[in-house]
């Protein structure tokens, strides 16, 4: 059966998309790798040796700056300069050591998920459960030794999807995941891969329900793709699911439409740049080498040059004009390169020239904001899905989900993405402030420390004040 392995249409055009920007952000050992993908050669019809290694030399002296990738990893940090936000009950404590089942926590998850969002335009995010018997007592809960897990899933991995209407609602129908198994061998030491489909749907049942359930097709040996039995998901009470717990989140929004992704305009810059780049190496190495000339030289000169012999820096004079001639600079290519560099910074490359232009400070934030603006939706994104998903786990795992509050189970990634100053007005105010005991010292104390103002509530605040005071010293 091979049906399962159906792409969906979007799904094939975005693909070599999202191959590309992967295949920039990992740098320049895989550009090159890819040869002629990247880098075409200039007479593709001459498959002759000389032609070869020609071309060999013409990739070799190319040089790929990883700027696309530099600026992946600066948005992602900027975005995890502070913890995120997250509240969670007690029995969800675990997912900030282990929320995927491979020891990975929720906020590496989400540092993964901002990732694929910026290089792929979305991701998804799947909650699943193991096949055990609805718990009973706490006692079955530690028994079971079963927990939700929440998965992070690449957009390359996600080949199929379909909605449904469901009263007034749009719900996703059908998920196929392409997941790749690893198998130790029988030598203990050896592993062998395979592929493997998992189907996640919303079907009907015989009384008109809509019901989630889960099947897996793997390869039965024969390298044919077999259905194994279908499963059907509880929750916590032993309830179905009446909807797919699963949610793409995307650059824009967290629906099944598909966009460019945002460092896409990025790496074909940085890509064009590369291929210019070559071009520079190859008027370099063919010209940059100063010769020597005789342009008076006759063919009685060239005789006997051909005798006697010719030496450069000696006393051996030859009655000839000698000078030494270098080819002008081929600036075009430079130029085009420069240009690209320059386009690069524009589009959120940060990390190029650190600290070398001289901005005011209103162009600097100007400058924030351009960039920011597309990592704040994402990251909002994100946080939305996050959280989301934690109502999805508390409903595998707590007894009363819907009685947990909003404010109780979140999940958010600070969006004061800009590294903190410190203001020494601010400070002083501060100051003042805890003399007058209308705010607590441990505030001043942690901005002092941190830069950072503390994000208290109005309750935090008299709630410090009055335990600052109940501790000061009887004189």
Known sequence: MTAVAYTHPDYQQNLPLWVKVEDICQGQHQVKAKKEKYLTRRNPQDASEEATQQYQTYLKNAVFYGVTGKTLGSLVGASFSQLPNFQRPNALEYLERNANGQGVSIYQLAQ?????VLKNY?????????????SRTQADDKDKNAYAMMHVVPATNIINWDTTVVGNQIKLSLVVLKEIVSVRGVDEFSRTTTTQYRVLRLEQNDQGQ??????????????????????IPTDYQGNTWEYIPFTFIGAVDNTAMIDNPPLLELADLNLAHYQDSADFQESVYFVGQPQFSMPEVTDAMYDLMKKDGLYIGCKNAFPTKLEMVQAQPNTLSQTAMDKKWEQMKELGARLIEQGSANKT???ANNDDAVQHSVLSLCVVNINSAFTQALRW?????????????????????????????????????LWEACLSNRYPYKGWYDYQRTGVMPDYSWDEVQKLIEEEKANEPIG
């Open 112 to 116: 993964s998920a901002l990732r694929l």
């Open 122 to 134: 979305r991701c998804g995010l799947y909650v699943d459960y193991p096949s055990v018997a609805p």
């Open 210 to 231: 809509h019901v989630f359930t889960i099947q897996v097709y793997s390869d039965d040996g024969s390298g044919l793709l077999t259905a194994q039995n279908k499963q």
């Open 361 to 363: 400070a209103t162009q």
């Open 393 to 429: 786990v508390a409903r595998f795992s707590v007894p009363s989900p819907d009685l947990i509050k909003p404010e109780d189970l979140i999940f958010s990634i600070p969006q004061e993405f800009s590294k903190p100053k410190f203001d020494g007005d601010r400070a002083k105010q």
